[in-house]
Structures are given as C-alpha cells and as structure tokens.
C-alpha cells in the first residue's frame, strides 16, 4: 500500500510536470505569434509612413527651402531649383504651384541685378482691399 502511495505521487508530480512543461511551450508559442504579428505590423506602418513622407514631405520640404531662398538667389537658380522638384515629384500638389511661382519669376526677372540682386521695392504692388500685398520674386 505504501509502494503504491508512492507510485501514485511520483506519477502525479510527473504528470504536474508535464503539464506544465506543455502550457509554458503553448505560452511560448502564443508569444512568439503575437512578436511576429507586432513585427509585420509595424514593417507595415514603416511602409505606410515612408510613403506618406515621399509623397508629401519631402515635396512640401524642398517646395519650402526654394521658397525661403528666393530673395537671396538669381531667378535663373530659382527658375532651375522649381525644375527639379518639378522632375522630382511630378504628381504633387507642389507641381503646381511651382509652375506658378516659375511664371510669375520670368515676369520679374527685370527686378534682379546681378550687383544688387532682388530689388523687391520697385516691383508694383497689388491691392488687396486699399492695402498693399508683400511681394517676393515669385509670389
């Protein structure tokens, strides 16, 4: 009787070992799915987020640069810089407005000296509601 007291212990804390042996595998795996579902979620979103980045960014940030740099630089620069973006990002909203801003350099081309540079004060101004606007090379 005491043999098989013992022998039913001994195959109790072996099956309690198994058992738990067996949930932390089933743990493991569970893990190990949820690590790989993480890892291609955020491959994705990395995806999603370089897009947006190339498509509306980085046009909107080269736009920008062009734009601050206008007064300082020679229209034929400027002219050549809105090129590039333009050959760069041909279907962004920046395309256009660099057309735009192209157009209206060509028109003021007279305002620039290569001595002085941009004269910006003798380039008229438009009225807006009895005010004058700031004018720019390009704007």
Do not use: A
């Not at 070992?17 to 067996?22: Q, T, Y």
């Not at 736009?63 to 279907?91: F, R, W």
């Not at 920046?94 to 209206?104: D, L, P, V």
């Amino acid at each position: 009787m005491k043999n098989l007291n013992t022998l039913t212990r001994t195959s109790l804390i072996i099956l309690f070992l198994f058992l738990s042996c067996k949930k932390e595998y089933k743990e493991d795996d569970f893990l190990s799915k949820e690590l790989n579902e993480l890892k291609n979620l955020n491959k994705k979103l990395n995806e999603e987020l370089d897009s947006l980045k190339k498509l509306y960014v980085n046009p909107f940030k080269q736009y920008e640069n062009i734009v601050l740099d206008e007064s300082k630089n020679n229209p034929d620069s400027i002219i050549n810089e809105y090129e590039k973006l333009i050959k760069n990002h041909p279907n962004s909203f920046w395309k256009h407005e660099s057309e735009r801003r192209i157009k209206n350099i060509e028109k003021r081309k007279k305002y620039w000296t290569k001595k002085n540079g941009w004269k910006l004060n003798e380039i008229p101004k438009k009225p807006v509601d009895d005010e004058q606007t700031i004018s720019c090379p390009g704007c």
